[in-house]
């Protein structure tokens, strides 16, 4: 760990963090960790390793706690991300009796955030709008002042605008509201339909706050006449009218025309919802029912067969002279043409329910048309800071705690090694490895024989000669999605002895890279790492000079090891 500035510091303080005999003695404990926590000489991958091994400390009293968060309090104002944000996490962890200490500490951190959001690196900017999204559940409007630092540039790809118009609803308030919608206005024309649908269903989220610009924002956009954009408008009225029945007048006013327009399932499923329930005040309802009706039989989507059930069967309570002829028609093909037999069911339900008396049909389907009580839950209380403080500064705000759980569940333990949820870094810039798995890495169980030789140079017209010479003793492949960065993959092996011979550059299809590494007896291993295009493994060749299978499952270890914990970090 050369990085670390003073190794054998650094160690000394893993084996008082983990070695119960050391911890008992809490004088010599405390002064490890305070010498640690001085260290002028510590770069910043030093300092981010050395606030995660603290993350185990517990100060035994609140004089000592404070002690510690003001020799740390430099660490708030590093120019690293990293830094930052790994010294937010214990300062949230320490404070987690003080809330009002967590609360200063967002507070300082905000700076440093609002910077990364807006910084070149792409990945760094999105996983610092995920924490940004992960704080707003505690502190609720605490970057609302900076609402255009949350705007999209052209530039940005499509995942970071999508984050971005997330935190944009969540910062809405009394004095931003109008250009906060007059912004996401503009993205609900963008060449992307995801930016588009995600932009209009953060109008409807606003609008159950301004019902009536957001509204008419919506209403607008139909004119458009555009199908991704009526599709999303539709869903998003639906859902409106059922939170915020004040807007139901309105809404329905907009309606006519849009079944002309909408090809999409739920976009469907959502008007033919509308009309059923708010018929009796959109005129042509039944005359559009009856059009679906009558392209039934060519309908490839159950669920919009069944919605036109319902909503036919709905209509049908409030204006019968009108609606009875189209929903003979669709109860005699649901019985007796229909295939799906969930649509089959469903018509001879109503068709047997309809036999039972209008008093009974009434009962069973009029529901209330609208709750909205149901907007309570939009406003759910505040999440206290120590519900996620644990997650800050991992991967979890980025995929979701049961999402990354899975993740690390279905990962076998020989590629995530130990805790890697818990070491993976906000920053970009952390630690390639592990300190756990660089010594898992060397100190394999089987692979006490193995000892690859430091500095070992090949050239590449002598690895070239003995590559085609040699046989290969063993292929696999290793889980692994997305892009290779060459860069880091070059650094992780040069940790574990592993020489780089050839790499392809980042992005080429299909990726190749040629490793080359010898054991100190001089037995010489040749790789080849190969990525084809859309694979979601990579193919590991491996020729060795000399045939000892022990060595070579030893190496083949390292190797996987290697890979598999770049693969996790990459992701």
Known sequence: MPYLGSEDVVKELKKALCNPHIQADRLRYRNVIQRVIRMSKLDQWGQAEV???????????????????????????SSSPGVVMGATKLFLILAKQFPHVQTDVLVRVKGPLLAACS??????????????????????????????????????PHYIKLQKVEVLCELVNDENVQQVLEELRGYCTDVSADLAQAAIFAIGGIARTYTDQCVQILTELLGLRQEH???????????????????????????????????????????????GVHGERIPNAPYVFEDFVDTVKSETFPAVKMELLTALLRLFLSRPAECQDALGRLLHYSIEEEKDMAVRDRGLFYYRLLLAGVDEVKRILCSPKSDPSLRLLEDQAEKPVNSWASDFNTLV???????????????????????LSNTASFATSGPLIPEENKERAQ?????????LVPNHQLTAEYFE????????????????????????????????NIQTIAVSRAGAQPWKAYLSAQEDTGCLFLTELLLEPESLGMQISVKQSEARPETLSSFISVLETVIGTIGDIKS
């Not at 995929?399 to 130990?418: D, H, L, N, S």
Request: a negative charge.
């Open 443 to 451: 100190e394999l169980p089987d692979s006490g024989a193995l000892t």
């Open 397 to 419: 705000p980025v995929y979701g705690k049961a999402r990354w759980a899975t993740i690390c569940a279905c990962q076998g333990t020989e590629r995530r090694g130990p805790d």
């Open 229 to 275: 954009i009526t599709t999303v408008v539709v869903q998003t009225f639906r859902d409106l009218v059922w939170l915020c029945p004040q807007c139901t007048e309105a809404v329905c006013q907009a309606l006519p025309g849009c079944e002309e327009i909408i090809q999409d399932g739920e976009g469907k499923q959502a008007l033919i919802w509308l009309l």
């Open 119 to 156: 910084s070149e690196s792409r990945e760094l900017c999105f996983a610092a709008l995920c924490h940004v999204r992960q704080i707003l559940r505690s502190l609720p409007g605490h970057f609302s002042s900076h609402y255009k630092k949350f705007f999209c540039s052209y530039s940005e």
């Open 51 to 77: 606030l995660h091994f603290l993350l185990r400390y517990q100060p035994r009293s609140e004089e000592e706690l404070f002690d510690i968060l003001n020799l740390l309090d430099s660490f708030l104002k």
């Open 465 to 496: 000669k003995t590559w085609l010479s040699l046989k290969v003793a063993h292929q696999q492949v290793v889980p692994w999605q997305g892009a290779v960065h060459p860069d880091t993959l070059q650094m992780a092996l040069q940790v574990v």
